[in-house]
């Protein structure tokens, strides 16, 4: 396994933490919070494994990257539309461990030579899909950690997403040989978070519903109680 999939799938905090810049809406997300204290924060609560927005929609930037790998030892994931090896090599120089590779934007042999260069790479492919076409298209998901999105990414995810995606999706999931299955984006409840990881997911990938919550701490502290 590569270490952002081994780490997460060993985690006792299978949560992906995101570092985003403002929601898909344009609504500021950090407050008075800094990039490094949301970190900082991350860290202090068990999570091991973080993912940063780099793309535009969500007011990130490629130094964006460089700015959180330099802070934290932890795995990084890059969430941005990369398309070409060119983009996963930059990623790999800024520190990252792993890269969003987002099926519906990607041919089935775009999204397959990304995943094997990433792999030669020493890099994580992070494979989101929303339906069991895209997953079909995958030819090496043992590989990869391979996250399904609810929410609608045609409309720039501006809907409230559907858990009922991943629990629809699961099974396929596992048939395939999926080895690191993570439902991602859409999760505000840790109960419902909870309820994924004891269906058989090994991780949430939580962005807005951390970065939103009254206190991060305290929402993953619910989470670890409802684990038990």
């Known amino acids: 396994m590569t270490r952002f999939t081994k780490t997460l799938v060993e985690a006792e905090v299978p949560v992906i933490g995101e570092i985003k810049l403002r929601s898909s809406d344009g609504v500021p997300l950090l407050g008075d919070r800094s990039v490094e204290q949301v970190l900082d924060t991350y860290r202090d609560n068990g999570i091991e494994c973080v993912s940063v927005v780099t793309g535009r929609w969500f007011g990130g930037t490629a130094d964006l990257l460089r700015r959180v790998t330099e802070h934290t030892g932890l795995p990084v994931l890059q969430k941005d539309f990369l398309t070409r090896r060119a983009q996963l090599m930059a990623a790999r120089d800024q520190g990252a461990a792993a890269v969003l590779l987002t099926a519906s934007v990607l041919s089935a042999d775009v999204l397959n030579r990304?995943?094997?260069?990433?792999?030669?790479?020493?890099?994580?492919?992070?494979?989101?899909?929303?339906?069991?076409?895209?997953?079909?298209?995958?030819?090496c998901p043992e590989e990869c950690v391979v996250a399904v999105n609810n929410k609608d990414i045609k409309n720039r995810e501006r809907d409230q997403g559907d858990l009922r995606r991943s629990t629809g999706l699961l099974a396929a999931l596992r048939a395939a040989g999926v080895r690191c299955a993570v439902s991602a984006s859409g999760i505000t409840s840790p109960a419902a978070g909870a309820e994924l990881i004891a269906a058989g997911y090994n991780g949430l990938l939580v962005g807005t519903g951390l970065l939103t919550a009254a206190s991060p701490g305290a929402w993953l502290t619910e989470f670890r109680r409802c684990l038990r």
């Open 114 to 139: 990304l995943a094997e260069s990433a792999l030669a790479l020493g890099l994580t492919p992070f494979v989101e899909i929303v339906d069991d076409r895209e997953l079909a298209a995958l030819r």
